[in-house]
């Protein structure tokens, strides 16, 4: 005599798994809809925060007097600004503070001022996806002072690393809801 058991449906196949992959699902696809505009202004704010501190570093060069500024005053404020140089463009006379040695080429430009909430998202993408490092050229009007426009020469690996350290943590957030 053989003995059937009766058909029960594993737990794969169960409707309450069923739900919990779908709500897990979307709240995913919310975290990504949340996660993207988020990651996009955190891009922004780190390069905003660039230029309010290369603006920071030429005050410190700007008061000292006669101009005479020793190479290893501007080495250290380049060192903790990380940049390899700075312009500081005034109504009145613009200003250079370089690195001793020759500032890579300018792969990108990154206007602070015209761009739009899609088009900061891309360039976070767009950040996100590379592989090598790139030299960015970022524009933009000084915090304190916007008839002030400040250019600095940074790498973008750093930035890229901060994002991903970002995501992480969103990631991990979102693990948890």
């Known amino acids: ?7 029960r449906p594993g737990f794969l196949k169960s409707l309450s798994f ?8 979307f709240v995913m696809l919310a975290e ?18 660039t230029i309010a501190r290369a603006h920071l570093s030429m005050l410190a060069i700007e008061i000292v007097p006669e101009k005479k500024v ?16 700075i312009v500081l463009n005034r109504p009145d006379r ?9 500032p890579p080429k300018v792969d990108l430009t990154v206007d602070l001022r015209q761009d739009t909430f899609f088009g900061w998202i891309r360039q976070a ?13 970022v524009v933009g009007p000084s915090p304190k002072d916007p008839k002030v426009m400040v250019e600095v020469l940074i790498n973008e690996a750093p930035m890229r690393a901060a994002m991903f350290d970002y995501s992480g943590r969103i990631l991990n957030l979102s ?3």
């Open 70 to 85: 020793e190479k290893n005053l501007e080495e250290a404020l380049l060192f903790h600004t990380e940049a390899y140089g």
């Open 32 to 49: 990504f809809l949340i996660w993207t505009p988020s990651v996009a202004r955190y891009r922004k704010v780190y390069l905003e925060e």
């Open 1 to 7: 005599m053989s003995e059937t058991q009766p058909h």
């Open 18 to 25: 069923r739900l919990l992959l779908l709500t897990m699902f």
């Open 125 to 137: 993408f767009s950040t996100l996806s590379q592989n090598e490092n790139r030299i960015l050229c």
């Open 94 to 102: 613009r200003m250079l503070m370089v690195s001793k040695d020759m």
């Open 175 to 177: 693990i948890v809801i």
